[in-house]
Nanobody, 122 residues
Framework: QVQLVDSGGGLVQAGGSLRLSCAASGLTFSNYAMGWFRQAPGKEREFVATISWSGTYTNYPNSVKGRFTISRDNAKNTVYLQMTSLKPEDTAVYYC???????????????WGQGTQVTVSS
């Protein structure tokens, strides 16, 4: 049974930083691209970052580029999202996900974590 467990969310002031983690089990982690998405109340789930199975390719939307960094440790079956210079508009539930290849659409991903809340106060 595949499990993705998101953690690391919390309340932070604008300009602060957080690091999210996603621990995977039940799948061959190094065979999967990983992604992070977020969903704010009343909005659709949106793409935040993706990383290839090897970690050599990453992609971000303009809204987080230069502020967020995705990384992975295949030995630990874990993917991370380092978030800096956080803004109130980054407030959302953040989800990690696993896919056969990198992608920016929710439809690209087969498995999802339960989500972790990130709240940025102004």
């Amino acid at each position: 049974q595949v499990q993705l467990v998101d953690s690391g969310g919390g309340l932070v002031q604008a300009g602060g930083s957080l690091r999210l983690s996603c621990a995977a089990s039940g799948l061959t982690f190094s065979n999967y691209a990983m992604g992070w998405f977020r969903q704010a109340p009343g909005k659709e789930r949106e793409f935040v970052a993706t990383i290839s199975w090897s970690g050599t390719y990453t992609n971000y939307p303009n809204s987080v580029k230069g502020r967020f960094t995705i990384s992975r440790d295949n030995a630990k079956n874990t993917v991370y999202l380092q978030m800096t210079s956080l803004k109130p508009e980054d407030t959302a539930v953040y989800y990690c996900a696993a896919a056969p290849k990198v992608g920016a659409s929710t439809y690209d991903y087969n498995y999802w974590g339960q989500g972790t809340q990130v709240t940025v106060s102004s």
